[in-house]
């Protein structure tokens, strides 16, 4: 898998407020986390998050421009900080992006590159959004890459199942967290 890191993409206490689906995605996301620590992995999280004010949303993004009416993911704001049952330990690395995928608007790729890390193993909510596009983006960017399955959730049960089963696999090795975590346990 080379040098790898986890990433817990926007894991934020509004965004499991409205996509949480009540199948125990956090304990599956903590249970990652927990396993990735004990292997010596790092464990990065990438929230996303607006300036105050929202300098930073146009007007054009349908997506961002609805979270804006929303009053979502201003930087400081409660809803915007990381969901506690998976909140990083001193040590781990918050990278806030601004846009859909993980290195928009983000220094995720410098971070990446100053550790030596050529492997992704992606979770996050929501399927349809962070990990779709940080999957292209790092694809384009020659990560090599495994998306845990059990790990994203979307508002969407169809849409996940779609990408994880059809799309994902095209360009990443798709796992469940305890299939993942056996791989990297020697017998």
Same mark, same amino acid.
């Not at 990065?44 to 009416?69: E, M, N, T």
């Not at 469940?176 to 017998?187: G, I, M, Q």
């Given at each position: 898998?080379?040098?790898?890191?986890?990433?817990?993409?926007?894991?934020?206490?509004?965004?499991?407020?409205? #996509?949480?689906?009540?199948?125990?995605?956090?304990?599956? %996301?903590?249970?990652?986390?927990?396993? #990735?620590?004990?292997?010596?992995?790092?464990?990065?999280?990438?929230?996303?998050? !607006?300036?105050?004010?929202?300098?930073?949303?146009?007007?054009?993004?349908?997506?961002?421009?609805?979270?804006?009416?929303?009053?979502? !993911?201003?930087?400081?704001?409660?809803?915007?900080?990381?969901?506690?049952?998976?909140?990083?330990?001193?040590?781990?690395?918050?990278?806030?992006?601004?846009?859909?995928?993980? !290195?928009?608007?983000?220094?995720?790729?410098? %971070?990446?590159?100053?550790?030596?890390?050529?492997?992704?193993?992606?979770?996050?909510? #929501?399927?349809?959004?962070?990990?779709?596009?940080? *999957?292209?983006?790092?694809?384009?960017?020659? !990560?090599?890459?495994?998306?845990?399955?059990?790990?994203? *959730?979307?508002?969407?049960?169809?849409?996940?199942?779609t990408l994880t089963d059809r799309l994902f696999p095209r360009w990443a090795d798709v796992l469940? %967290?305890?299939?993942?975590?056996?791989?990297?346990?020697?017998?």
């Open positions: 898998m080379g040098n790898s890191a986890l990433l817990v993409m926007d894991v934020q206490q509004d965004i499991v407020e409205i #996509a949480d689906d009540g199948s125990g995605y956090l304990r599956r %996301v903590r249970r990652a986390i927990d396993g #990735a620590r004990a292997a010596g992995l790092p464990v990065i999280y990438v929230v996303i998050g !607006f300036r105050p004010g929202r300098p930073d949303v146009s007007a054009h993004h349908k997506v961002l421009s609805a979270a804006v009416q929303e009053g979502l !993911f201003t930087e400081g704001d409660p809803g915007t900080a990381i969901h506690p049952d998976v909140a990083p330990q001193d040590g781990d690395v918050v990278i806030t992006k601004r846009r859909a995928s993980a !290195f928009s608007g983000s220094d995720l790729d410098l %971070v990446l590159r100053v550790r030596g890390i050529d492997h992704l193993v992606l979770t996050g909510i #929501a399927t349809s959004g962070v990990v779709l596009y940080t *999957l292209c983006q790092a694809n384009d960017l020659d !990560f090599g890459l495994t998306v845990l399955a059990d790990a994203c *959730l979307d508002t969407d049960p169809e849409v996940h199942r469940t %967290v305890e299939d993942w975590l056996a791989a990297r346990t020697p017998n």
